[in-house]
């Protein structure tokens, strides 16, 4: 089951162009897409696709595991409390 998670200023660290990261991840944690959003929700980074900045995503090749599942060796580890639902992600997946 996919999941969607949340990096935000709280959790990325020295970040300067994006407000928040949403990425798409599968069960073993490997990306599968990225919604970077900056200032007034607009979206500046979408991997795959355009607008982007970075042609292979942000978070290649990290791994993203949640406290408390067992996260594979080496995972970025984030609570539970920073998933965000399929429906909020896909809503600014399909936006323009």
Known sequence: MNRV????KRTMDGE????????????RGHTLR???IGKDDQIIHRFPG???LDEYGVMQPNVIGLVGENPSR???????????????FE????SE
């Open 50 to 52: 355009t607008p982007t």
């Open 34 to 36: 990225e919604i970077g």
């Open 16 to 27: 300067k162009v994006l407000e928040r990261l949403l990425v798409e991840f599968d069960e």
């Open 5 to 8: 998670v949340q990096f935000d």
């Open 91 to 94: 809503e600014f997946w399909t």
């Open 74 to 88: 080496g995972a970025i580890l984030m609570d539970a409390s920073d998933l965000v639902s399929m429906e909020y």
